[in-house]
């Protein structure tokens, strides 16, 4: 009989204190704590994201390890997100998850985050997985990235973005329509009721198979001030038609990126990662893509988009397979790339 391996993740990179457990790669429990604390401010503020993970995480873990009708004894090892990420809140997991390891004296493993949102696509559940060597587009508010996955910690980057992230361009142009953060969800909300062809917006002109967002940021803002001149309440009389085109606009510069990487590569195996493949728009247009261009499209469950722990527990898993622990002195990284 197997024997089953418990892996416990833990996730702190940014503001939802998270905690999960995996049993030989199913996930039996994914406990996320949001931090509504940010909402007011209009942006995650890292202080106050630090401190609200020294009071989630306890009882977070606690959930998760209840949830998953286990106690803490019976873990294999404890997974964490080292980075990339924000200091203060990557800190707080960090030292939680080298503490217990220690206490329970089994082994550490330490995950990229930006790893964990690709490997979420090998969680055991009814959706199919990518078969080697596939394309991700991986997609949130802090990253846009074109990769190549020919193993799983085998990664190349064929494109990122040179400026913003486009989860940064969703949220920013929400905020100049004044909507409330995040304004990502939003957009995509408001968008299903509208014209996605009533304002053009231009698309950057980027070298290969790079990404730019902080133009297209300014000409949403310049084209608003100007209808706004003209009649003061042009944003509430075209929210729906305003954020269709925007998201038009958005979706069809990632999917002519992923258009010409599949060219270039051969590559026809193309998966989403990441807060922002939550966004209906561009799975729709990955299904089409399915439908019009032989594509094999991988679109990942609602629940694993977005930061969770059940996405680095089940990178931890992949990792304790081949003995890949960490060191008790591993340190934290900010900023990290998907290839390190």
Not at 276 to 300: C, D, F, M
């Amino acid at each position: 009989m197997e024997k089953s391996i418990y892996i416990l993740g833990i996730e702190s990179s940014c503001d939802d204190t998270s905690a999960a457990v995996i049993c030989n790669g199913k996930v039996l429990s994914n406990v996320i704590a949001n931090q509504e604390v940010h909402a007011q401010y209009g942006g995650v503020v890292p202080e106050l994201a630090s401190r609200a993970h020294q009071q989630n995480i306890v009882p977070v873990v606690q959930q998760a390890l209840h949830q998953a009708n286990i106690t803490k004894n019976d873990l294999s090892a404890i997974a964490f997100t080292k980075g990339p990420g924000l200091m203060g809140s990557l800190l707080v997991g960090t030292s939680f998850a080298k503490s217990l390891a220690l206490g329970l004296q089994i082994p550490l493993i330490d995950v990229n985050h930006m790893q964990a949102h690709i490997l979420a696509h090998f969680i055991d559940n009814e959706t199919p997985k990518p078969p080697f060597p596939f394309i991700c587009l991986t997609i949130s508010g802090g990253h846009t990235q074109i990769v190549k996955i020919t193993d799983y910690f085998s990664m190349e980057i064929l494109g990122e973005t040179i400026d913003d992230a486009v989860g940064e361009a969703f949220d920013k142009s929400a905020k100049i329509l004044g909507l409330p953060y995040p304004g990502g969800p939003l957009i995509d909300k408001y968008a299903q009721l509208g014209n996605p062809k009533a304002f053009p917006f231009s698309k950057p002109q980027v070298a290969d198979l790079n990404f730019s967002f902080s133009g297209l940021k300014t000409a949403i803002l310049y084209f608003l001030q100007k209808e706004q001149q003209k009649n003061q309440n042009f944003i509430s009389e075209n929210l729906n038609d305003i954020c269709a085109s925007i998201q038009f606009t958005i979706i069809e510069i990632l999917m002519d990126k992923l258009k010409k990487a599949v060219k270039q590569t051969g590559i026809k195996h193309i998966a989403i990662a990441g807060g922002v493949s939550a966004n209906s728009e561009i799975r729709k247009s990955l299904q089409n893509a399915e439908k019009h261009l032989g594509w094999k499209t991988y679109i990942p469950k609602f629940e694993y988009t977005t930061d969770n722990a059940a996405m680095i527990a089940i990178t931890g898993y992949l990792k304790f397979l081949n003995n890949n622990y960490a060191d008790i002195s591993t340190a934290v990284k900010a900023r990290l790339k998907v290839t390190e």
